[in-house]
């Protein structure tokens, strides 16, 4: 089983940035792929970032070149750093993985609020 917990949403002015966390607990090593996704109101939850197990990454076209997705195994945590955001960026934050077993879970959400 595999646990995940976002933090470090929040309201943050156009062009700010900000910097989300995804703890992991479980069993990790039976993690394949990980990565962010958002939902904005009234849309259909939509990938932002993934890494699989390998390091390689994969990030949505509206977010490339300002937001990163990095991983640190000694803190057994995942991070989305976004630089440059927009209002457009406004959206429920959820951290996702999917095992080898294709077995898939999702944190439950940090909202990130980007407005003057």
């Known amino acids: 089983q595999v646990h995940l917990v976002e933090s470090g949403g929040g309201l943050v002015q156009p062009g700010g940035s900000l910097r989300l966390s995804c703890a992991i607990s479980g069993d990790i090593f039976s993690i394949a792929v990980m990565g962010w996704y958002r939902q904005a109101p009234g849309k259909e939850r939509e990938l932002v970032a993934t890494?699989?197990?390998?390091?390689?990454?994969n990030y949505a076209d509206s977010v490339k070149g300002r937001f990163t997705i990095s991983r640190d195994n000694a803190k057994n945590t995942m991070y989305l750093q976004m630089n440059s955001l927009k209002p457009e960026d406004t959206a429920v934050y959820y951290c996702?993985?999917?095992?080898?077993?294709?077995?898939?879970?999702w944190g439950q959400g940090t909202q990130v609020n980007v407005s003057s």
């Open positions: 890494m699989t197990k390998g390091s390689t990454t």
């Open positions: 996702h993985a999917e095992t080898g077993g294709w077995v898939t879970y």
